[in-house]
C-alpha cells in the first residue's frame, strides 16, 4: 500500500498498520505532504511519536471516528446498474429522508428495501440526510467527522453502494447532504494534522474552516476532494451543502465558485448532470446565478422565505423569524410564489435591518419548495410535525400549494402520508460531558422560550430515537392513505402537465381573499384554489371556462355560476379551456 497525508508543521511521520509504524518521508514535489509504502490492513497515521489517528482521507471507518482507518477497493464493487445516466434536478421532485429513521432497522438496505413506495409515490430523487461517521449509533449526521467515510452502523461504504445502485435502478437519483462549515466536536483530529480550521473567523461551532488562511489550499482541495469522491465513487448525482452562509471566506475566487466549477468539469467526464444544491440564509441570487455571469454557480437553493410563509398561513404562529411572514401570511406567500424571496430587500424584523435582493423571476427551480423539512420540523422542542395540529385538509392543502408552485418542490419522509410519528432531535455521543452538555443546553434553549424542561426530549434518550422513526403501518390506514393518494395524484399531475412544473415565476399570479379564507394560484390553464379554515363553505371565482376538475380534497363543488365552492380546509386543482 501507498500511504499518503498532509501533516505541514510534523517533525516525523509513521503509519502504523498492524501495531507496527512504518516511516514516511517528506514528498519533495508537494510541501508539507508525507509518502511511503506499508503492508495494506487498519492503519492510523503517527505524529511525532504520539498515538495513531484516523486518516483524515480515511475511506473508511470501521470502529468509528477514533478508530483506524481501513482502505476500500471502489473498483471492487460490482453495480448492477450501469445503464444510469443520471437526471437533471429542475422538472424533478426531492423526497429527504434520514437512514437512520426511516425504518426500525436503520441501514441503508432497509432503506433500499422502502424505495418502491417513493417509486410509486412519484418523487424523483432521494436527498439522503448526512453518512459521514459520527459519535455512536445515532444521529442526525451534522455532527460527523471524517468526510471521506460513511457511517458503519448505516452499512458503511458497501451499503452505501447499494443503496445508490437500487435507487438508481428504480429510476431514481440520490442526493447526499454534506456538512462543510464545521466538523463534530467529538473524534475531529483534523487541527493536530494541519490548520484545517482558522482564528480568522468564528461560527456557531467556533474556529471557522480554513479557507482563507495560510493552509487553506489544501483545506479546499480536501474538502472539494471528498465531494468528487461522492460523485464519482459512490455515483451519487448531487451534493446538498449544509448551511453555505457559514464558510468563511474572504478569497477573490470564493470556495463554493471552485467547488461548483470542480464539479461541473466531472459531470462533463462523467456524462451525468451532477449539481450542487446549496442552503443559505443571505436571499442573494448571486448563490445560484452561473458563474460566468458573476454567480457561484450552483444549481438550486433551499427556499425557507417560501416555507416560513406557508407554514404561518397553515399554523397560525408568528415567534421568531416568522413574525415577519405573520403580519400577512395571504401577502407574504403570494409574494414568495411570484417573486421568490420574500427578503429580497425588504426589512426584516427579525434581524433588524434590511435584507436580500430581488430573485430572478425566470429560475424558480433554483429554489427548493417545502411544508416541512428535518430542520423545521426537529429544531421545534418537541420535534412535531405539521400533522400534530393540523386536519387532513390543511395539510392536503400544503400539499398542492407545494407540488403545484414554481419551485422544485422537496418532501420530508412521512409527509406524504400525514405520518403521527415526531422527528426529533437526537444524539448518541459516547462521551458523558459531552452528552449531558448537549442534554442541558437543548432544555435550557427552549427553557427561555417557556418550556418546561421535563417537555423537551432528552436526545439521548434512545426512546427519542424510537418515537422518530417512522411507523411503515399507517400508510394503509385511514387517514393517512387518503393523504397518500393525494400526493400520488399531485405529483401525477405535476409530471403531466407542464404549465404546473414551470419555473417561470412572473407568469405565476396568485389572488387571495384572508376574511374568507382563500387563495388562488394560477399556473397557466391551471387553477390552484385553497381554504385554509373556515366554518362554512365559501364560493372562489374561477376566472376562466371551467375545462376539469383534475384533483380535489375535502368539499368542493365546482362549475357553480363560474366559482368553485370550498368547504373548511379544502383544496381544488382545476383546468380551464383558455
Same mark, same amino acid.
Given at each position: 500500500?501507498?500511504?499518503?497525508?498532509?501533516?505541514? %508543521?510534523?517533525?516525523?511521520?509513521?503509519? %502504523?498498520?498492524?501495531?507496527?509504524?512504518?516511516?514516511?518521508?517528506?514528498? @519533495?514535489?508537494?510541501?508539507?505532504?508525507?509518502?511511503?509504502?506499508?503492508?495494506?490492513?487498519?492503519?492510523?497515521?503517527?505524529?511525532?511519536?504520539?498515538?495513531?489517528?484516523?486518516?483524515?482521507?480515511?475511506?473508511?471507518?470501521?470502529?468509528?471516528?477514533?478508530?483506524?482507518?481501513?482502505?476500500?477497493?471502489?473498483?471492487?464493487?460490482?453495480?448492477?446498474?450501469?445503464?444510469?445516466?443520471?437526471?437533471?434536478?429542475?422538472?424533478?421532485?426531492?423526497?429527504?429522508?434520514?437512514?437512520?429513521?426511516?425504518?426500525?432497522?436503520?441501514?441503508?438496505? +432497509?432503506?433500499?428495501?422502502?424505495?418502491?413506495?417513493?417509486?410509486?409515490?412519484?418523487?424523483?430523487?432521494?436527498?439522503?440526510?448526512?453518512?459521514?461517521?459520527?459519535?455512536?449509533?445515532?444521529?442526525?449526521?451534522?455532527?460527523?467527522?471524517?468526510?471521506?467515510?460513511?457511517?458503519?452502523?448505516?452499512?458503511?461504504?458497501?451499503?452505501?453502494?447499494?443503496?445508490?445502485?437500487?435507487?438508481?435502478?428504480?429510476?431514481?437519483?440520490?442526493?447526499?447532504?454534506?456538512?462543510?462549515?464545521?466538523?463534530?466536536?467529538?473524534?475531529?483530529?483534523?487541527?493536530?494534522?494541519?490548520?484545517?480550521?482558522?482564528?480568522?473567523?468564528?461560527?456557531?461551532?467556533?474556529? +471557522?474552516?480554513? =479557507?482563507?488562511?495560510?493552509?487553506?489550499?489544501?483545506?479546499?482541495?480536501?474538502?472539494?476532494?471528498?465531494?468528487?469522491?461522492?460523485?464519482?465513487?459512490?455515483?451519487?448525482?448531487?451534493?446538498?451543502?449544509?448551511?453555505?452562509?457559514?464558510?468563511?471566506?474572504?478569497?477573490?475566487?470564493?470556495?463554493?465558485?471552485?467547488?461548483?466549477?470542480?464539479?461541473?468539469? =466531472?459531470?462533463?467526464?462523467?456524462?451525468?448532470?451532477?449539481?450542487?444544491?446549496? $442552503?443559505?440564509?443571505?436571499?442573494?441570487?448571486? !448563490?445560484?446565478?452561473?458563474?460566468?455571469?458573476?454567480?457561484?454557480?450552483?444549481?438550486?437553493?433551499?427556499?425557507?422565505?417560501?416555507?416560513?410563509?406557508?407554514?404561518?398561513?397553515?399554523?397560525?404562529?408568528?415567534?421568531?423569524?416568522?413574525?415577519?411572514?405573520?403580519?400577512?401570511?395571504?401577502?407574504?406567500?403570494?409574494? !414568495?410564489?411570484?417573486?421568490?424571496?420574500?427578503?429580497?430587500?425588504?426589512?426584516?424584523?427579525?434581524?433588524?435591518?434590511?435584507?436580500?435582493?430581488?430573485?430572478?423571476?425566470?429560475?424558480?427551480?433554483?429554489?427548493?419548495?417545502?411544508?416541512?423539512?428535518?430542520?423545521?420540523?426537529?429544531?421545534?422542542?418537541?420535534?412535531?410535525?405539521?400533522?400534530?395540529?393540523?386536519?387532513?385538509?390543511?395539510?392536503?392543502?400544503?400539499?398542492?400549494?407545494?407540488?403545484?408552485?414554481?419551485?422544485?418542490?422537496?418532501?420530508?419522509?412521512?409527509? $406524504?402520508?400525514?405520518?403521527?410519528?415526531?422527528?426529533?432531535?437526537?444524539?448518541?455521543?459516547?462521551?458523558?460531558?459531552?452528552?449531558?452538555?448537549?442534554?442541558?443546553?437543548?432544555?435550557?434553549?427552549?427553557?427561555?422560550?417557556?418550556?418546561?424542561? %421535563?417537555?423537551?426530549?432528552?436526545?439521548?434518550?434512545?426512546?427519542?430515537?424510537?418515537?422518530?422513526?417512522?411507523?411503515?403501518?399507517?400508510?394503509?390506514?385511514?387517514?393517512?392513505?387518503?393523504?397518500?393518494?393525494?400526493?400520488?395524484?399531485?405529483?401525477?399531475?405535476?409530471?403531466?402537465?407542464?404549465?404546473? +412544473?414551470?419555473?417561470?415565476?412572473?407568469?405565476?399570479?396568485?389572488?387571495?381573499?384572508?376574511?374568507?379564507?382563500?387563495?388562488?394560484?394560477?399556473?397557466?390553464?391551471?387553477?390552484?384554489?385553497?381554504?385554509?379554515?373556515?366554518?362554512?363553505?365559501?364560493?372562489? @371565482?374561477?376566472?376562466?371556462?371551467?375545462?376539469?376538475?383534475?384533483?380535489?380534497?375535502?368539499?368542493?363543488? +365546482?362549475?357553480?355560476?363560474?366559482?368553485?365552492?370550498?368547504?373548511?380546509?379544502?383544496?381544488?386543482?382545476?383546468?380551464?379551456?383558455?
Amino acid at each position: 500500500m501507498r500511504y499518503r497525508v498532509w501533516a505541514p %508543521e510534523a517533525k516525523v511521520v509513521e503509519v %502504523e498498520v498492524g501495531a507496527i509504524p512504518y516511516l514516511l518521508e517528506r514528498d @519533495p514535489a508537494h510541501p508539507g505532504w508525507w509518502h511511503g509504502d506499508g503492508p495494506d490492513g487498519d492503519y492510523g497515521f503517527r505524529l511525532n511519536g504520539g498515538p495513531a489517528l484516523p486518516d483524515p482521507r480515511s475511506p473508511r471507518q470501521p470502529f468509528g471516528p477514533d478508530g483506524l482507518s481501513r482502505p476500500v477497493d471502489h473498483a471492487a464493487f460490482a453495480w448492477t446498474e450501469t445503464a444510469w445516466r443520471g437526471r437533471p434536478l429542475p422538472g424533478a421532485v426531492v423526497y429527504e429522508l434520514h437512514v437512520g429513521t426511516f425504518t426500525a432497522d436503520g441501514t441503508f438496505d +432497509a432503506a433500499a428495501a422502502r424505495l418502491d413506495h417513493l417509486v410509486e409515490l412519484g418523487v424523483d430523487f432521494v436527498e439522503l440526510m448526512p453518512v459521514c461517521p459520527f459519535p455512536g449509533r445515532h444521529g442526525w449526521g451534522y455532527d460527523g467527522v471524517a468526510p471521506w467515510a460513511v457511517h458503519e452502523p448505516y452499512g458503511g461504504p458497501d451499503g452505501l453502494k447499494r443503496f445508490v445502485d437500487a435507487a438508481h435502478r428504480r429510476g431514481l437519483g440520490v442526493i447526499l447532504d454534506v456538512v462543510h462549515n464545521h466538523l463534530g466536536p467529538s473524534g475531529n483530529y483534523l487541527p493536530r494534522f494541519g490548520p484545517y480550521f482558522t482564528d480568522r473567523h468564528h461560527t456557531p461551532w467556533g474556529a +471557522a474552516v480554513n =479557507l482563507d488562511a495560510p493552509g487553506s489550499d489544501e483545506v479546499r482541495a480536501y474538502l472539494i476532494g471528498s465531494a468528487l469522491a461522492w460523485l464519482r465513487d459512490y455515483r451519487i448525482d448531487g451534493l446538498r451543502l449544509d448551511a453555505v452562509h457559514t464558510l468563511a471566506d474572504d478569497r477573490a475566487l470564493p470556495f463554493l465558485e471552485e467547488l461548483a466549477a470542480a464539479v461541473d468539469e =466531472l459531470a462533463e467526464a462523467t456524462g451525468r448532470p451532477l449539481f450542487l444544491v446549496g $442552503e443559505s440564509d443571505l436571499n442573494d441570487p448571486r !448563490t445560484t446565478a452561473p458563474r460566468p455571469a458573476g454567480g457561484l454557480g450552483l444549481t438550486a437553493q433551499w427556499s425557507d422565505d417560501f416555507h416560513h410563509a406557508l407554514h404561518t398561513l397553515l399554523t397560525g404562529e408568528g415567534q421568531g423569524y416568522y413574525a415577519d411572514f405573520a403580519a400577512d401570511p395571504w401577502a407574504a406567500l403570494g409574494k !414568495t410564489l411570484t417573486g421568490g424571496f420574500f427578503h429580497d430587500g425588504a426589512w426584516s424584523s427579525f434581524r433588524g435591518r434590511s435584507h436580500g435582493r430581488p430573485f430572478p423571476t425566470a429560475y424558480g427551480h433554483r429554489l427548493l419548495g417545502y411544508a416541512q423539512t428535518h430542520d423545521q420540523i426537529g429544531n421545534r422542542a418537541t420535534g412535531d410535525r405539521l400533522s400534530a395540529a393540523l386536519p387532513p385538509g390543511r395539510l392536503a392543502a400544503a400539499a398542492a400549494l407545494v407540488l403545484t408552485s414554481p419551485f422544485t418542490p422537496m418532501l420530508f419522509m412521512g409527509e $406524504e402520508w400525514g405520518a403521527s410519528t415526531p422527528w426529533q432531535y437526537f444524539t448518541d455521543h459516547t462521551d458523558p460531558q459531552l452528552a449531558e452538555a448537549v442534554r442541558q443546553g437543548r432544555r435550557r434553549e427552549f427553557g427561555e422560550h417557556g418550556w418546561r424542561a %421535563e417537555d423537551v426530549p432528552d436526545p439521548q434518550d434512545p426512546a427519542t430515537v424510537r418515537a422518530s422513526t417512522l411507523d411503515w403501518s399507517e400508510p394503509d390506514r385511514t387517514p393517512h392513505a387518503e393523504l397518500l393518494g393525494w400526493y400520488r395524484e399531485l405529483i401525477r399531475l405535476r409530471h403531466a402537465a407542464p404549465e404546473l +412544473a414551470a419555473g417561470d415565476l412572473a407568469a405565476v399570479r396568485v389572488r387571495h381573499d384572508a376574511a374568507a379564507g382563500w387563495l388562488a394560484v394560477h399556473r397557466g390553464r391551471y387553477r390552484v384554489l385553497a381554504r385554509i379554515g373556515g366554518e362554512r363553505p365559501v364560493a372562489v @371565482p374561477l376566472e376562466g371556462e371551467l375545462a376539469a376538475l383534475e384533483a380535489s380534497f375535502g368539499e368542493v363543488q +365546482a362549475g357553480v355560476n363560474g366559482t368553485v365552492l370550498l368547504g373548511p380546509d379544502s383544496v381544488a386543482v382545476l383546468r380551464t379551456t383558455a
